[in-house]
């Protein structure tokens, strides 16, 4: 069975940092591009970063460039670093997996197969 199971979330006040990991199992995502999506309340799930198997490349939202950064440990574990935070990052985190994105669909979920259950993010003020 596939999982992809995120952690690290939790209360942060606004300028502190947090570091996501995302342990995928079930079958091996080396030849899988990784992403974090965030669903904030009352808003849509948005994409926040992924990283591509071919040549690992990473691709941010404007909201995270400067302050994120996606990284993979191996074949099956993405990490989401992120620093400078702000109430307005607060938002359940996602972790997604795909082998059918491209370029100019990364960004949108619905190009994903595999997704976590998320971890809560809050950043106080």
């Known amino acids: 069975q596939v999982q992809l199971v995120e952690s690290g979330g939790g209360l942060v006040q606004a300028g502190g940092h947090l570091r996501l990991s995302c342990a995928a199992s079930g079958r091996t995502f080396s030849t899988y591009d990784m992403g974090w999506f965030r669903r904030a309340p009352g808003k849509e799930r948005e994409f926040v970063a992924v990283i591509r198997w071919v040549g690992g490349s990473t691709h941010y939202a404007d909201s995270g460039k400067g302050r994120f950064t996606i990284s993979r440990d191996g074949a099956n574990t993405v990490y989401l670093q992120m620093m400078s935070l702000n109430v307005e990052d607060t938002a359940v985190y996602y972790c997604?997996?795909?082998?059918?994105?491209?370029?100019?669909?990364?960004?949108?979920?619905?190009?994903?197969?595999?997704w976590g259950q998320g971890t809560q993010v809050t950043v106080s003020s």
């Open positions: 997604a997996a795909s082998r059918r994105v491209t370029m100019t669909t990364m960004t949108n979920p619905d190009q994903y197969d595999y």
